[in-house]
Nanobody, 122 residues
Framework: VQLQASGGGLVQTGGSLRLSCAASGRTFSHFYMGWFRQAPGKEREFVAVIGWSGGTTNYRDSVKGRFTISRDNDKNTVYLRMNSLKPEDTAIYYC????????????????WGQGTLVTVSS
């Protein structure tokens, strides 16, 4: 099983980026998929999760209204659209899949991808 994240980069405050994560090795159409991030010197934290149909989403409070998670099950891919980016969004973003979603931002994935770096300049 592989999760390949892409789309990170350097952007100015207020800018936008879209992260993608393509899964391979198995079909994830009936699994949760999500994103976490880890800022320098900090622990990894939950960002967003989406249910298999796309009808269920959860976000950490600090990104609500700015980030949108979506998925394309035909492509086995999950996306994270990030708008109105702030310097505090700077982190390595990791995609994740499978596992259990307990709600309230508590998501315990089974699979992890490599990270993609997002840097927001002030």
């Amino acid at each position: 099983v592989q999760l390949q994240a892409s789309g990170g980069g350097l952007v100015q405050t207020g800018g936008s980026l879209r992260l993608s994560c393509a899964a391979s090795g198995r079909t994830f159409s009936h699994f949760y998929m999500g994103w976490f991030r880890q800022a320098p010197g900090k622990e990894r934290e939950f960002v967003a999760v989406i249910g298999w149909s796309g009808g269920t989403t959860n976000y950490r409070d600090s990104v609500k209204g700015r980030f949108t998670i979506s998925r394309d099950n035909d492509k086995n891919t999950v996306y994270l659209r990030m708008n109105s980016l702030k310097p505090e969004d700077t982190a390595i973003y990791y995609c994740a899949a499978g596992g259990a979603n307990y709600g309230g931002g508590v998501y315990s994935p089974e699979y992890w991808g490599q990270g993609t770096l997002v840097t927001v300049s002030s």
